[in-house]
């Protein structure tokens, strides 16, 4: 029974952990301007980061390593420091984003300025950071963003016309106002906004954190296959909203203000409610995972003890980091910088940081010396392949995609 | 130094990605001005749009005033934004006419969004009908003019 | 996995040593494996008789302009120091199991300690797996046989453990020779494997017994006897 539970509280976390301010600001966009036509996009960004964080999970329950002392073992200190820079780079710009976010979804209920409120939820991702306990910050941050199942709630209400919503989702049929660029360009933004980088580096430094071991790869991998996946459902079910309210009048959204309200058109202040209180805590949560990453990017390189498993005294060159990085943070936002634009930015440069993370992962995942018999089956190395190709792709296309269709305007 | 001159590559890379999206429009060429003008016109119409749901909203009580307040306030500012990145293109001589219509139709656009945000801050409940009326019509003269702007001057209509 | 350092076990210092994380007997972290110390004995044979960590190990390995770029720049951030360009060491002794991480029997409080602070024993060369790295492999006749890439241990004691190296790995230096499919024929995915093999084909190995004299200066070693096809330590 306590088994099951604990499994039911890994899929609920991954739900709602999933969605953070790149999915959300992400899929609002792409569902008003092109419905449902990059749905398979969706689909394909969430099969993605399962194979890869079933890979990052399975090392870290086997070996007990997390992503980046892969990286630096399997690519040398060398290229390994320039992947360093490069993912702390992305890691950093979504952890503004993040905190950003969490300030705009403040600034929807108490009418003051999200700059004014910067500091203060600085202050409180810090405080989480520092004293809340690892599994309380993931189980409550992770269950209170499942409010944002309201947005499927709120699909159903507005009554969207499924058969054009499906037709364009399996035909990848773009409104003919739109160009392939611009689709191509939102396409690589989801896929980067699916597979941010930072999801592994936490998921499998949460593992090691957590202490699995060989026994937990069943729950692992439960975790990862419904979670994710339901995750996923949640992001299509904010583009279809958008879809519905926004499309017909050809409306872009640009605003989380924006990303809220057709449910408060579906379902009213109630319903307005859960979706404030989902963006709170899907973006706070998010917020503690990036600015983690940081801190265990950069001490697994340098061999420091990282990780809240510890008391932050024994730890105290990681915490040292977030307190470095939560400032960083802080002072470039209240430099007034959208939090928007840096959300745009980072999907699209997680896109092209993504080979970084992903190569290194699925080489370990496959060496005996430290997985033993639990190294990859086919089928993992068949998908491991395939969307190597497709992340090798998306990191080309991403700038360039970016430049020509100027950030999709 | 195999690793300095990849460093450095990848730097030069990123600014020289960072200025081409940063300071993309400029050359007042006809196409380009009539792309800025159409999305211009576009993301103002956006702005009116959603600050007309977010009205008709909170008139059927969807809508906390604190949200609705922060959604005018960024509609106001996103339209107002829009207007003014397209006031300073130099419009090319063929188009003046339509530039002049242009920023005219887009000035009274972003002068009712500030109406709006006006009547919400003070809780004018009662100009909320109103300003939605004038809403839906601004928007829809503004999809009008996005459409006409499709096409080369003369053509229209 | 956590493997057990039985005696006979034979290990590549590149590629399951170099880089690991350094553990305490309690499991807290401690540092990185940031270079091997390697002792050339007077018979010539060659043991690991430390691991080396912190920014005077590590920069170095950079290589060419920005490692040495860095190696000042860490010196003059604290030119006061005399000690400043000598890495940490933690000695072999110490080592009491060898897994996916490298964990020491101590714990971590005061465990670091110049590498000044024991000297060799008389006769002894100290030098770094690193600059082993740096040698060219030349057949007698002068002929070019590529860049040392790793050296292959032999753990002949378990407690306390010593390591003795028993041959060279040589290539071209590719990249991608962290990966360890030049080692590992089955190691998947299918497609990777082919690739990363084909780009380090040159790949052999060479037990010491075959190699000559090392030249520190030139830093060229030797090779006498046939190269030997790559496998699995």
Known sequence: MKKFFSVALGILTAIGGFVDIGDLVTNAQVGARLGWSLGLVVMVGVLGICVFAEMSGRVAAVSHRATFDLVRERLGPRVGLLNLLGSMAVTLLTFIAEIGGVALAIELVVSVHYVLLVPLVAGLVWLILWKARFSLMENVLGLVGLSLIVFV?????????????????????????????????????????????????????????????????????????????????????????TAVVFGPLDASVDTLGQVGLPVAVALGKLGLAFAIIGFVAATLGAACETGLSTGYSIAQYFGWQWGKYVKPRDASRFHLTLIIVTLLAMAILVTGVDPILVTEVSVVFSAVALPLTYFPILVVANDPDYLGEHVNGRLANGLGMIYLVLIGVAATAAIPLMIWTRMGA | MEGFSVLARLVAATVVAAALTGCAPGTPDEDSWRGDATRAVGDVASAVQTARIALE????????????????????????????????????????????????????????????????????????????????????????????????????? | MSAELAPGRALDAVLHLMDRQVVDRDGRMVCKVDDVELTEHPDRTWEVTGLLAGPPALVPRFGGRLGRALEESWRRLGVEEGDRLVPWRIPLALVGELGSGVRVLAARDDLLQRQTDSPP?????????????????????????????????????????????????????????????????????????????????????????????????????????????????
């Open chain 1, 153 to 241: 709630v709120a699909l159903w209400q507005l009554d969207p016309d499924w058969g054009h919503l499906g037709s364009q989702l399996v035909t990848v049929d773009k409104p003919s106002d739109e160009t392939w660029p611009v689709w191509s360009y939102y396409a690589v933004a989801l896929f980067g906004a699916a597979l941010t980088p930072y999801e592994v580096f936490f998921f499998s430094s949460g593992g090691v954190e957590e202490h699995w071991q060989v026994e937990d790869l069943t729950t692992m991998r439960l975790n990862v296959f419904i979670g994710f996946p339901l995750g996923g459902l949640l992001s299509l079910a904010i583009a279809g909203c």
């Open chain 2, 57 to 157: 909203a909170s008139q059927q009580d969807h809508l906390h005033h604190a949200y609705l307040q922060a959604v005018l306030v960024d509609a106001e500012r996103t339209g107002g934004l829009a207007a003014d990145a397209l006031s300073s293109v130099q419009p090319p001589d063929i188009e003046r006419r339509r530039s002049s219509d242009v920023d005219d139709q887009l000035e009274q656009a972003t002068g009712l969004l500030q109406e709006a945000r006006i009547a919400v801050v003070a809780h004018d409940t009662g100009e909320y009908a109103d300003l939605v009326d004038r809403l839906e019509r601004t928007a829809s003269s503004l999809q009008q003019l996005e459409t006409d702007l499709e096409a080369p001057p003369g053509d229209a209509r």
């Open chain 3, 121 to 233: 024993a008389p006769g002894e060369v100290r030098r770094r797996l690193n600059d082993v790295l740096q040698l060219e492999a030349r057949a007698p006749d002068g002929e070019r046989l590529g860049r040392v890439l790793d050296v292959r241990l032999r753990a002949v004691r378990r407690e306390p453990l010593q390591l003795l190296a028993e041959g060279l790995v040589i290539g071209r230096g590719r990249p991608g020779g962290y990966l360890g499919y030049d080692r590992e024929p089955q190691q998947g995915p299918w497609l990777l494997n082919r690739l990363v093999r084909r780009i380090h084909r040159h790949s052999a190995y060479v037990p010491l017994h075959d190699t000559g004299p090392t030249d520190w200066e030139a830093q060229v070693v030797e090779i006498r006897g046939p190269l030997l096809p790559l496998d699995h330590p």
